[in-house]
């Protein structure tokens, strides 16, 4: 990525950080996501690193790049949309992906840095859930609440504080290999995990107790809070 021109093809305008889909010189299409300026490369680095933990772990994960680019490499291609705030689409202009790059943070030479995401191939189907069977899917027969790889996902998301572990994080797709077609369940976006929340450093809480704990609040309230959990 360091060399030759970027065609964006549209504007990520939902989530938590700015960014826009794009294509490489070879035809290669991504999805780039960015830092807010408040704290560079903290996210994007977590994303990186968590894609690599995961695959190690043995999950299907998409492949993702730091890419540090140039304005200059970037072009709108004719065919690129741009939703507004309002909900309108519309053609993309120069001046909307201006304002996407107001927002992120430069290098100290002057270029932009992100994360770029391969874009998962076949026919997308959506998130999967932490419970129950996929009633389209004839091979999944065995409760997600009750599959070894899920299981196993809680102790892996545990140690790396990956607190935003949530099915809107997974991806099923349909894809057709050794002539036959199945879905393959994918795990995406590792920008909250670590020290990392995405968009500011994480609060010490996070991973430690859930967002309404009743228990650890029951005891604060009880005893005006002075008793201080460990976290």
């Known amino acids: 990525f360091t060399g030759g021109n970027l065609t964006v093809t549209s504007a990520k305008t939902v989530g938590v950080t700015p960014g826009f889909a794009m294509t490489d010189a070879h035809g290669e299409k991504y999805l780039v996501k960015f830092d807010p300026k408040e704290n560079p490369e903290m996210a994007t680095a977590a994303d990186v690193v968590g894609a690599h933990f995961f695959y190690a772990f043995g999950y299907n994960v998409p492949s993702n790049y730091i890419v540090v680019f140039d304005r200059s490499q970037l072009t709108i291609a004719p065919s690129a949309h741009f939703t507004t705030p309002e909900g309108v689409k519309r ?14 943070p430069k290098t100290a030479d002057g270029r932009y840095r992100g994360m770029a995401t391969a874009i998962i191939h076949g026919s997308l189907i959506g998130p999967f859930r932490y419970y129950g069977t996929r009633k389209d899917d004839p091979n999944d027969t065995v409760p997600h609440e009750n599959r070894r790889d899920l299981r196993g996902l809680y102790v892996f998301a545990a140690w790396l504080n990956h607190t935003d572990a949530k ?5 099923d797709t349909i894809v057709t290999e050794d002539g036959i077609q199945r879905i393959k369940h994918y795990l995406i976006d590792w920008g909250a995990i670590m020290g990392s929340d995405s968009t500011e450093p994480k609060d010490p ?14 005891i604060r309230g009880a005893t005006l809070g002075i008793w201080v959990p460990d976290w």
């Not at 099915?167 to 991806?171: H, R, T």
């Not at 809480?205 to 029951?218: L, N, S, T, V, W």
């Open 205 to 218: 809480r996070a991973g430690h107790e859930y967002f309404i704990d009743y228990k650890p609040g029951a």
């Open 167 to 171: 099915s809107g994080n997974s991806l």
């Open 91 to 104: 053609p993309m202009h120069p001046e909307d992906l201006d304002r996407i790059l107001e927002k992120i």
